[in-house]
């Protein structure tokens, strides 16, 4: 009977996917890295991986091209870093801020 006072209204079942935000990529990576803080090259692969999910992401229209940018000169620089470089930059807390090196410094 729909007459009954007391029975709640069903509500439509809402499904949206889940887009991961800056912070989440960048957390993301770090927490990639920094399983492997004392095995660079097990890192270095580890970000390789990481980056073919945010090429997909990109390439699917989930990130935006800053964001995307952003996220390819880190995981560049944490590619390009030898032991020392490494840690400095697991350690560097402006490294893993959101908008880290979107301007570009003349020297």
Not at 16 to 21: A, L, R, S, T, V
Not at 71 to 94: F, G, H, I, P, Y
Request: with cysteine; aromatic share 10%; net charge negative.
């Amino acid at each position: 009977m729909g007459w009954w006072p007391f029975k709640r209204k069903s509500k439509a079942f809402v499904n949206e996917p889940h887009i991961k935000g800056s912070r989440i990529w960048i957390q993301d990576l770090r927490e990639v890295c920094e399983r492997c803080f004392d095995d660079r090259a097990e890192g270095q692969k580890a970000v390789l991986e990481i980056r073919i999910e945010w090429q997909n992401a990109h390439s699917e229209g989930e990130l935006v091209g800053n964001l995307s940018d952003g996220l390819d000169r880190r995981a560049s620089k944490l590619l390009e870093a030898n032991d020392a470089e490494w840690n400095t930059l697991l350690n560097d807390e402006d490294f893993w801020k959101p908008g880290w090196g979107s301007t570009v410094e003349e020297e």
